[in-house]
C-alpha cells in the first residue's frame, strides 16, 4: 500500500520545503558576505549596487519595496555606499524631491570586482548540483516566487 503523504500539520516543520528554502538562503547569504568581506562590501551592498546598475536612475523608494525593506533601511545602505564613493544621487529632472540612484565609476569597478565573487559561488552551486539541475531549480524558484508576487 502507498505511504499517505503528512498533511503539514502532521509533518516535522523543519521537513518543509519553505525551511529549506531559507537554509539554502542563509548558506548562501553568509558564504557571500564572508566572500564580499574582502572587497569591504556585503551582500546587502552587491544587491543595491547590481540594482542601480541594472536599472540607472533608480529611486530609493522604488528600490525598497522591491527589495521588500523599508525606505530608511535603502537610505542607511545608500548614504554609506555614497560615502564610499560608489553610488551618487541626482535630483530627478521633473521631481526635484526625488533622488535617483547611480553608480559612479568607482561602483561600477565595485560592482565588477563583486561579480567576481558571486560568480565564484554560482559555479560552487552548479558544480554540485549541476548544470540541468541548476536550470530546472532556477525554473522552480522563479515559478514559487512568481506566484506570491502581488497581483
Do not use: C
Not at 556585503?42 to 541594472?54: E, F
Amino acid at each position: 500500500m502507498a505511504d499517505i503523504p503528512k498533511t503539514a500539520e502532521e509533518s516535522d516543520p523543519r521537513e518543509r520545503v519553505i525551511w529549506a528554502l531559507r537554509r539554502a538562503e542563509l548558506a548562501v547569504q553568509k558564504v557571500k558576505d564572508q566572500r564580499l568581506r574582502a572587497l569591504g562590501m556585503n551582500a546587502a551592498h552587491y544587491t543595491l549596487l547590481i540594482s542601480v546598475d541594472a536599472e540607472p536612475g533608480l529611486a530609493g523608494a522604488t528600490l525598497a519595496r522591491r527589495l521588500n525593506v523599508t525606505p530608511q533601511a535603502i537610505a542607511s545602505l545608500v548614504a554609506r555606499l555614497e560615502d564610499g564613493g560608489l553610488v551618487e544621487r541626482r535630483t530627478h529632472p521633473r521631481h526635484p524631491q526625488v533622488k535617483e540612484l547611480h553608480l559612479t565609476a568607482a561602483g561600477r569597478d565595485a560592482l565588477r570586482e563583486a561579480e567576481k565573487v558571486i560568480d565564484g559561488i554560482e559555479q560552487r552551486v552548479l558544480d554540485l548540483i549541476g548544470a540541468d539541475e541548476s536550470e530546472h531549480l532556477r525554473a522552480v524558484l522563479d515559478k514559487v516566487s512568481g506566484a506570491f508576487q502581488p497581483a
